[in-house]
Every structure is written in structure tokens, then in C-alpha cells.
T-cell receptor, first 115, second 112 residues
Framework: GENVEQHPSTLSVQEGDSAVIKCTYS??????FPWYKQELGKGPQLIID?????GEKKDQRIAVTLNKTAKHFSLHITETQPEDSAVYFC??????????????FGTGTRLTIIP | NAGVTQTPKFQVLKTGQSMTLQCAQD?????MSWYRQDPGMGLRLIHY???????DQGEVPNGYNVSRSTTEDFPLRLLSAAPSQTSVYFC???????????FGSGTRLTVV
């Protein structure tokens, strides 16, 4: 089955600086890669996702890049703010077809923004 | 539109007791799943369903049962609770092929 590794497990960044979280996956058939943000006491919330037919996607201060050849993808947060402090999870799936919706998650990165 | 609703939010069980964690969604999503979250281990898939009447096992199914009699509901049953099942449980749903999950707010379960 799929295996997703995520690094680093903890990350502290000065407010205003950029943060980068990296993930690798093992299943070459995976084609859908979402990122989730989990705040304390809440369920994970989808913040951005990318499919294998594109290499990069941006949404305001958040971007995700994908390298299918190397089987890794990354989350980039620019101009970090205190409200970015949370646990972030990457995930991968074969997605898009009936029965292929199963997501395999990384182990999470606790991001702390230092004021 | 409530999204994904999980009950209860907190539960304490004694070893050997059984209980059902409830999950309901009002988005007409075909796909539903249960994950458990443990420190340092991320989210691990317990069971999932691609539609009413269809369920399958995930990565860590032992000790849990599920059923899907309607599109809206996907309860998770603990047959005989063990301390190893102490965890936070999340239910999630998505439209077929859409990819992105909507998660519930979780149930924190402690087995003593």
C-alpha cells in the first residue's frame, strides 16, 4: 500500500518568514495530493490540493509543488502569520475514480509562528 | 448545512465495554471513512465505505465494525474496548472522485 513520509515533525518560523513542509510517497499510481490544517481541538481542514497533471498550485500565501518523478510534494507558506500556527498533514491517494478515494496521511508537522 | 457531525465529543469506557461512535453527513457524499489519530502517528484509516451497503477495511480495522445502511450515516462500533483503542476518532466524507475530505470535529475516547 501507499506510504507517505512527512518532514519536519516540528517547525518554528519567525512571523513574516516562509515555511516549507515536505512529503514523499511510495505509490507511483497516486495522483491526488491534499494538504490539511488542524487547529487544536478541531478536525483537519483541507487548505490546498494538487493533482498529478500540474506541477504547482497557488492560493494566496499558500502553494504546493509536485515532482512526480521524484515522488515528492511540498507545502510553501509565505509571509507567515500567527494564525498559521497549527498541525499540517500531507496525504496521497489514487483518487478520482470510484473506490480510489482512500487517503494515506503523513505523520504531521507542528508549525509554530514566533511573533 | 451541518457538514459532518460526530457524537459524542468525549467518552470514557471501561475495558471490555462496547459502544458506537456516530457519524452523519448532510452533503449527500458517497464516500465516508473513519480514522484514528494518535500522537506521532498521523491519521490511520480504520474502515471506509464507497456507498450505502458497501464497506471495506482500512489499515487498522481490528476491534472495530462498521455498517452503511444509508448514505448519511456511518457508525463505528467498538466491540470490546481495550486501552489500545484510546485515541481521537475522526469521521470524514467526500463526493466520489472529488478528492477533498470534509472531517467531523472528532470523538476523544479514553479506555480505562
Amino acid at each position: 500500500g501507499e506510504n507517505v513520509e512527512q518532514h519536519p515533525s516540528t517547525l518554528s518560523v519567525q512571523e513574516g518568514d516562509s515555511a516549507v513542509i515536505k512529503c514523499t510517497y511510495s505509490d507511483s499510481a497516486s495522483n491526488y495530493f491534499p494538504w490539511y490544517k488542524q487547529e487544536l481541538g478541531k478536525g483537519p481542514q483541507l487548505i490546498i490540493d494538487i493533482r498529478s497533471n500540474v506541477g504547482e498550485k497557488k492560493d494566496q500565501r499558500i502553494a504546493v509543488t509536485l515532482n512526480k518523478t521524484a515522488k515528492h510534494f511540498s507545502l510553501h507558506i509565505t509571509e507567515t502569520q500567527p494564525e498559521d500556527s497549527a498541525v499540517y498533514f500531507c496525504a496521497a491517494s489514487r483518487g478520482g475514480n470510484f473506490g480510489n478515494e482512500k487517503l494515506t496521511f503523513g505523520t504531521g508537522t507542528r508549525l509554530t509562528i514566533i511573533p | 448545512n451541518a457538514g459532518v457531525t460526530q457524537t459524542p465529543k468525549f467518552q470514557v469506557l471501561k475495558t471490555g465495554q462496547s459502544m458506537t461512535l456516530q457519524c452523519a453527513q448532510d452533503m449527500n457524499h458517497e464516500y465516508m471513512s473513519w480514522y484514528r489519530q494518535d500522537p506521532g502517528m498521523g491519521l490511520r484509516l480504520i474502515h471506509y465505505s464507497v456507498g450505502a451497503g458497501i464497506t471495506d477495511q482500512g489499515e487498522v480495522p481490528n476491534g472495530y465494525n462498521v455498517s452503511r445502511s444509508t448514505t448519511e450515516d456511518f457508525p463505528l462500533r467498538l466491540l470490546s474496548a481495550a486501552p489500545s483503542q484510546t485515541s481521537v476518532y475522526f469521521c470524514a466524507s467526500s463526493r466520489q472522485g472529488a478528492g477533498g475530505y470534509t472531517f467531523g470535529s472528532g470523538t476523544r475516547l479514553t479506555v480505562v
